[in-house]
T-cell receptor, first 114, second 113 residues
């Protein structure tokens, strides 16, 4: 079955530290991969997406993610955390044979300590 | 900017009531989706629609129905609300391409008492 798993429901980092949020997918067909962010009391907004072009994808607010087929992973990173990065982050995947539906991971809440 | 508007931010209903959640998008998008968001479970797809008067079941359609009479409006209906339908409901829309991003509304927090 096709699925996506985010490791760690809560991640806490200090301001200025590296942010690493993990995402793994399970699929027998090539995926399209997305990271979304949800700030408090808001809907989700797209951070970045992978659609079979470059494996290293740069997104908004200094985030980037690398697609690693051999590891079935799409981890999200940011070199230096900012207080404004505190939010919930969702990894999502879609497949050409599923009509464009997005399957979301469980979400990871990122806290940033001063 | 694309705008996806959900009619209510907070809603409180009683068990057994019929509940309508409304969603309107202003960018002529073909696709519209309803998700529910629960802590620890992420977002789960309830129903989606690729065109007017067309609907497809998602992963958790039981207890819900939808209506899409106009392209810009997609309604989620709880025929007889139950306490286990207390949740955050998110509407989203997208263009026709497979890898197009979803645009989300701000959500409706529904409490069923």
């Amino acid at each position: 079955a096709q699925s996506v798993t985010q490791l760690g429901s809560h991640v806490s980092v200090s301001e200025g530290a590296l942010v690493l949020l993990r995402c793994n997918y399970s699929s027998s067909v090539p995926p399209y991969l997305f990271w979304y962010v949800q700030y408090p009391n808001q809907g989700l907004q797209l951070l970045l997406k992978y659609t079979s072009a470059a494996t290293l994808v740069k997104g908004i607010n200094g985030f980037e993610a690398e697609f690693k087929k051999s590891e079935t992973s799409f981890h999200l990173t940011k070199p230096s955390a900012h207080m404004s990065d505190a939010a919930e982050y969702f990894c999502a995947v879609s497949f050409y044979n599923q009509g464009g539906k997005l399957i979301f991971g469980q979400g990871t809440e990122l806290s940033v300590k001063p | 900017d694309v705008k996806v508007t959900q009619s209510s931010r907070y809603l409180v209903k009683r068990t057994g009531e019929k509940v309508f959640l409304e969603c309107v998008q202003d960018m002529d998008h073909e696709n519209m989706f309803w998700y529910r968001q629960d802590p620890g479970l992420g977002l789960r797809l309830i129903y989606f629609s690729y065109d007017v008067k067309m609907k497809e079941k998602g992963d958790i359609p039981e207890g819900y129905s939808v209506s899409r009479e106009k392209k810009e409006r997609f309604s989620l209906i709880l025929e007889s609300a139950s306490t286990n339908q207390t949740s955050m409901y998110l509407c989203a829309s997208s263009q026709t391409s497979l890898n197009e991003k979803l645009f989300f509304g701000s959500g409706t927090q529904l409490s069923v008492l």
